[in-house]
Protein backbone atom coordinates (compact mmCIF):
# COMPACT_ATOMS: atom_id res chain seq x y z
CA UNK A 1 0.00 0.00 0.00
CA UNK A 2 1.42 2.84 -0.69
CA UNK A 3 0.16 6.41 0.42
CA UNK A 4 -0.01 9.59 -1.20
CA UNK A 5 -0.90 12.83 0.04
CA UNK A 6 -2.29 15.33 -2.15
CA UNK A 7 -1.69 18.65 -0.33
CA UNK A 8 -0.68 22.14 -0.89
CA UNK A 9 -1.86 24.46 2.31
CA UNK A 10 -3.55 27.24 -0.17
CA UNK A 11 -6.79 26.68 -2.27
CA UNK A 12 -7.60 26.29 -5.56
CA UNK A 13 -4.24 24.87 -6.35
CA UNK A 14 -6.20 21.63 -8.28
CA UNK A 15 -5.41 19.54 -5.19
CA UNK A 16 -8.87 17.79 -5.95
CA UNK A 17 -9.09 17.83 -9.56
CA UNK A 18 -5.44 16.16 -9.26
CA UNK A 19 -6.70 13.12 -6.31
CA UNK A 20 -9.65 12.34 -8.15
CA UNK A 21 -7.28 12.21 -11.33
CA UNK A 22 -5.23 9.71 -10.25
CA UNK A 23 -7.00 8.13 -8.07
CA UNK A 24 -8.94 6.79 -11.12
CA UNK A 25 -5.86 6.59 -13.47
CA UNK A 26 -4.55 4.13 -11.11
CA UNK A 27 -7.62 2.02 -11.01
CA UNK A 28 -8.28 2.16 -14.50
CA UNK A 29 -4.31 0.68 -14.84
CA UNK A 30 -5.90 -2.19 -12.73
CA UNK A 31 -4.79 -1.23 -8.96
CA UNK A 32 -6.78 -0.98 -6.45
CA UNK A 33 -7.48 2.16 -5.09
CA UNK A 34 -9.03 4.30 -2.04
CA UNK A 35 -9.71 8.14 -1.87
CA UNK A 36 -9.94 10.13 1.18
CA UNK A 37 -11.91 12.88 1.15
CA UNK A 38 -9.93 14.70 4.10
CA UNK A 39 -11.24 18.03 3.37
CA UNK A 40 -14.04 19.36 5.19
CA UNK A 41 -15.76 21.00 1.89
CA UNK A 42 -16.43 17.51 0.46
CA UNK A 43 -15.28 18.44 -2.97
CA UNK A 44 -14.21 15.17 -4.00
CA UNK A 45 -17.44 13.57 -2.81
CA UNK A 46 -19.06 15.79 -4.47
CA UNK A 47 -17.01 15.99 -7.98
CA UNK A 48 -17.38 12.10 -8.07
CA UNK A 49 -21.53 13.00 -8.21
CA UNK A 50 -21.20 10.99 -4.72
CA UNK A 51 -23.28 12.64 -2.14
CA UNK A 52 -21.78 13.99 0.35
CA UNK A 53 -22.26 11.74 3.97
CA UNK A 54 -19.93 11.27 6.87
CA UNK A 55 -17.72 8.72 6.34
CA UNK A 56 -14.51 10.08 7.53
CA UNK A 57 -16.50 11.32 10.74
CA UNK A 58 -17.73 7.85 11.17
CA UNK A 59 -14.21 6.25 11.19
CA UNK A 60 -12.22 9.02 13.01
CA UNK A 61 -14.29 10.20 15.17
CA UNK A 62 -16.57 7.25 15.95
CA UNK A 63 -14.00 4.89 15.91
CA UNK A 64 -16.13 2.38 13.22
CA UNK A 65 -14.20 -0.06 10.93
CA UNK A 66 -12.89 1.42 7.35
CA UNK A 67 -14.43 -0.75 5.75
CA UNK A 68 -17.61 -0.26 6.49
CA UNK A 69 -17.37 3.23 5.13
CA UNK A 70 -15.24 3.00 2.27
CA UNK A 71 -18.01 2.96 -0.94
CA UNK A 72 -17.93 2.60 -4.65
CA UNK A 73 -17.77 4.80 -7.39
CA UNK A 74 -18.55 5.23 -10.78
CA UNK A 75 -14.64 3.95 -11.39
CA UNK A 76 -13.99 0.14 -11.24
CA UNK A 77 -11.18 -0.42 -8.64
CA UNK A 78 -12.06 3.47 -6.91
CA UNK A 79 -13.40 3.69 -3.76
CA UNK A 80 -13.91 6.32 -1.35
CA UNK A 81 -14.29 7.10 1.87
CA UNK A 82 -16.44 10.32 1.62
CA UNK A 83 -16.85 13.08 3.48
CA UNK A 84 -19.37 15.55 4.67
CA UNK A 85 -19.83 19.42 5.18
CA UNK A 86 -21.50 18.96 8.68
CA UNK A 87 -19.09 16.18 10.38
CA UNK A 88 -16.65 16.91 8.53
CA UNK A 89 -16.16 20.28 10.55
CA UNK A 90 -16.47 17.94 13.52
CA UNK A 91 -13.51 15.70 12.52
CA UNK A 92 -10.98 18.15 13.17
CA UNK A 93 -12.16 19.18 16.80
CA UNK A 94 -12.05 14.99 17.36
CA UNK A 95 -8.25 14.96 15.96
CA UNK A 96 -7.16 17.89 18.19
CA UNK A 97 -9.01 16.60 21.15
CA UNK A 98 -8.48 13.10 20.96
CA UNK A 99 -6.60 10.82 18.74
CA UNK A 100 -4.06 13.48 17.02
CA UNK A 101 -1.73 12.90 14.23
CA UNK A 102 -1.53 9.31 14.30
CA UNK A 103 -5.06 8.94 13.40
CA UNK A 104 -5.39 8.25 9.78
CA UNK A 105 -2.77 6.10 9.67
CA UNK A 106 -4.33 3.95 12.36
CA UNK A 107 -7.17 3.40 10.63
CA UNK A 108 -5.42 2.72 7.59
CA UNK A 109 -3.32 0.19 8.94
CA UNK A 110 -5.97 -3.14 8.29
CA UNK A 111 -5.91 -2.28 4.33
CA UNK A 112 -2.37 -2.64 4.23
CA UNK A 113 -2.51 -5.79 2.19
CA UNK A 114 -5.80 -5.00 0.52
CA UNK A 115 -5.05 -1.72 -1.32
CA UNK A 116 -2.38 -0.69 -3.62
CA UNK A 117 -3.13 2.74 -3.46
CA UNK A 118 -4.36 5.35 -0.84
CA UNK A 119 -4.65 8.91 -2.06
CA UNK A 120 -5.66 11.61 0.16
CA UNK A 121 -7.51 14.99 -0.74
CA UNK A 122 -6.51 16.95 1.58
CA UNK A 123 -7.70 20.30 2.86
CA UNK A 124 -6.16 23.95 1.86
CA UNK A 125 -5.84 24.85 5.68
CA UNK A 126 -2.75 24.30 7.56
CA UNK A 127 -3.74 22.48 10.82
CA UNK A 128 -4.55 18.90 12.59
CA UNK A 129 -6.05 17.00 9.35
CA UNK A 130 -2.94 18.16 6.95
CA UNK A 131 -0.69 16.69 9.87
CA UNK A 132 -2.38 13.49 10.36
CA UNK A 133 -2.33 13.17 6.43
CA UNK A 134 1.67 14.22 6.97
CA UNK A 135 1.85 11.13 9.52
CA UNK A 136 0.44 8.77 7.27
CA UNK A 137 1.75 9.13 3.91
CA UNK A 138 4.79 8.17 2.37
CA UNK A 139 4.70 10.52 -0.52
CA UNK A 140 3.71 14.11 -0.72
CA UNK A 141 2.35 15.79 -4.63
CA UNK A 142 1.71 19.34 -4.28
CA UNK A 143 -0.35 20.83 -7.11
CA UNK A 144 0.63 24.41 -7.75
CA UNK A 145 -0.58 27.21 -9.47
CA UNK A 146 2.54 28.91 -10.87
CA UNK A 147 1.51 32.62 -9.95
CA UNK A 148 2.96 34.95 -6.95
CA UNK A 149 6.05 35.45 -5.56
CA UNK A 150 6.69 32.43 -3.24
CA UNK A 151 4.50 29.86 -5.63
CA UNK A 152 1.77 29.29 -3.98
CA UNK A 153 2.34 27.58 -0.89
CA UNK A 154 5.11 25.18 -1.64
CA UNK A 155 7.25 26.97 1.15
CA UNK A 156 4.42 26.38 3.66
CA UNK A 157 4.08 22.61 2.61
CA UNK A 158 8.47 22.31 2.82
CA UNK A 159 7.57 23.55 6.30
CA UNK A 160 4.82 20.56 6.90
CA UNK A 161 7.07 18.36 5.71
CA UNK A 162 10.23 19.36 7.78
CA UNK A 163 7.82 19.35 10.77
CA UNK A 164 6.90 15.46 9.65
CA UNK A 165 10.23 14.46 9.15
CA UNK A 166 11.30 15.36 13.21
CA UNK A 167 8.01 14.17 14.04
CA UNK A 168 10.30 10.71 13.29
CA UNK A 169 7.37 10.12 10.24
CA UNK A 170 9.23 8.72 6.61
CA UNK A 171 7.41 11.16 4.21
CA UNK A 172 8.97 12.42 1.44
CA UNK A 173 8.06 15.04 -1.32
CA UNK A 174 7.53 13.60 -4.48
CA UNK A 175 6.79 16.45 -6.69
CA UNK A 176 5.33 19.47 -7.09
CA UNK A 177 2.50 19.67 -10.57
CA UNK A 178 2.43 22.84 -12.19
CA UNK A 179 -1.39 23.24 -12.37
CA UNK A 180 -3.92 25.81 -14.22
CA UNK A 181 -0.96 26.99 -15.95
CA UNK A 182 -2.09 30.12 -18.59
CA UNK A 183 0.55 29.98 -21.14
CA UNK A 184 -0.62 33.53 -22.42
CA UNK A 185 0.31 35.07 -18.76
CA UNK A 186 4.22 35.93 -18.96
CA UNK A 187 3.75 35.75 -14.74
CA UNK A 188 2.93 32.25 -14.74
CA UNK A 189 6.04 31.28 -17.42
CA UNK A 190 8.18 33.12 -15.12
CA UNK A 191 7.22 31.68 -12.39
CA UNK A 192 7.67 28.00 -13.64
CA UNK A 193 11.10 28.64 -14.44
CA UNK A 194 11.75 29.92 -11.18
CA UNK A 195 10.54 26.64 -9.56
CA UNK A 196 12.52 24.32 -12.03
CA UNK A 197 15.43 25.87 -10.50
CA UNK A 198 14.38 25.60 -6.66
CA UNK A 199 12.74 22.13 -7.34
CA UNK A 200 14.57 20.40 -10.04
CA UNK A 201 13.11 17.07 -11.28
CA UNK A 202 10.78 17.24 -8.53
CA UNK A 203 8.87 19.28 -11.30
CA UNK A 204 6.00 17.23 -12.79
CA UNK A 205 4.44 17.63 -16.23
CA UNK A 206 2.23 20.74 -15.94
CA UNK A 207 -1.57 20.81 -16.72
CA UNK A 208 -2.69 23.97 -17.94
CA UNK A 209 -5.49 25.75 -17.16
CA UNK A 210 -8.67 24.31 -19.38
CA UNK A 211 -12.10 24.60 -19.92
CA UNK A 212 -13.05 20.75 -20.05
CA UNK A 213 -11.49 20.23 -16.71
CA UNK A 214 -13.22 22.68 -15.07
CA UNK A 215 -16.29 21.54 -16.20
CA UNK A 216 -15.57 18.03 -14.84
CA UNK A 217 -17.43 18.77 -11.16
CA UNK A 218 -20.84 19.46 -13.47
CA UNK A 219 -20.55 16.04 -15.08
CA UNK A 220 -19.50 13.89 -12.35
CA UNK A 221 -17.35 12.41 -14.50
CA UNK A 222 -13.53 11.35 -14.17
CA UNK A 223 -11.75 12.74 -16.64
CA UNK A 224 -10.80 9.09 -18.40
CA UNK A 225 -14.11 8.04 -18.29
CA UNK A 226 -15.78 11.21 -20.33
CA UNK A 227 -17.32 11.09 -23.36
CA UNK A 228 -17.77 14.28 -24.80
CA UNK A 229 -20.01 13.81 -28.16
CA UNK A 230 -18.91 17.57 -29.64
CA UNK A 231 -15.74 16.81 -31.56
CA UNK A 232 -14.14 20.15 -30.21
CA UNK A 233 -14.54 18.62 -26.97
CA UNK A 234 -13.50 15.66 -27.64
CA UNK A 235 -9.99 17.15 -29.07
CA UNK A 236 -10.11 18.84 -25.57
CA UNK A 237 -10.36 15.76 -23.99
CA UNK A 238 -7.73 13.86 -25.58
CA UNK A 239 -5.12 17.09 -24.99
CA UNK A 240 -6.13 16.65 -21.04
CA UNK A 241 -5.73 13.40 -21.07
CA UNK A 242 -2.25 13.60 -22.55
CA UNK A 243 -1.37 16.23 -20.18
CA UNK A 244 -2.30 14.22 -16.80
CA UNK A 245 -1.60 10.76 -18.47
CA UNK A 246 1.77 11.96 -18.40
CA UNK A 247 1.30 13.01 -14.55
CA UNK A 248 0.22 9.57 -13.91
CA UNK A 249 2.96 7.60 -15.66
CA UNK A 250 5.45 9.87 -13.71
CA UNK A 251 3.93 9.21 -10.89
CA UNK A 252 3.99 5.61 -11.44
CA UNK A 253 7.52 5.26 -12.19
CA UNK A 254 8.41 7.48 -9.09
CA UNK A 255 6.90 5.27 -6.36
CA UNK A 256 7.82 1.80 -7.87
CA UNK A 257 11.20 3.22 -8.19
N1 LIG B 1 -6.29 22.18 -15.09
C1 LIG B 1 -7.42 22.83 -14.80
N2 LIG B 1 -8.00 23.63 -15.73
C2 LIG B 1 -9.14 24.31 -15.45
N3 LIG B 1 -9.78 24.28 -14.27
C3 LIG B 1 -9.25 23.52 -13.30
C4 LIG B 1 -8.06 22.76 -13.51
N4 LIG B 1 -7.76 22.11 -12.35
C5 LIG B 1 -8.73 22.44 -11.47
N5 LIG B 1 -9.63 23.29 -12.04
C6 LIG B 1 -10.79 23.93 -11.41
O1 LIG B 1 -10.28 24.88 -10.49
C7 LIG B 1 -11.03 24.88 -9.28
C8 LIG B 1 -10.13 24.49 -8.12
O2 LIG B 1 -9.67 23.15 -8.36
P1 LIG B 1 -9.69 22.07 -7.20
O3 LIG B 1 -9.18 20.81 -7.81
O4 LIG B 1 -11.00 22.03 -6.51
O5 LIG B 1 -8.56 22.72 -6.28
P2 LIG B 1 -8.27 22.56 -4.70
O6 LIG B 1 -8.70 21.18 -4.32
O7 LIG B 1 -6.79 22.77 -4.61
O8 LIG B 1 -9.04 23.63 -4.01
C9 LIG B 1 -12.17 23.91 -9.50
O9 LIG B 1 -13.28 24.64 -9.96
C10 LIG B 1 -11.64 22.99 -10.59
O10 LIG B 1 -12.68 22.43 -11.35
MG1 LIG C 1 -9.88 20.53 -2.78
Not at 45 to 58: A, K, M, S, V, W
Not at 82 to 90: H, I, S, V
Not at 201 to 211: F, G, I, M, Q, S
Request: charged share 20%; hydrophobic share 40%; net charge positive.
Amino acid sequence: MITTAILNEKGGTGKTTTAITLASGLAYKGYSVLLIDLDPQANATEYLGIRQQPGLFNVLGADQPITDHVIATGTPRLRLLPNERRTGKRVKAILTAETGKPAIAQVLAPLRNRIDFVILDCPPSPGIINDAALWAAQWVLSPFIPEHGPVSGLRSLSQAIIQAQDDGRPVQLLGVIPTLLDVRKGEHKANLARVHRAYGNLVYPTVRNRAIIAELPATGSTLWALRPTQPHKQRARAIAVQEYGAVLGRFLTDVRG
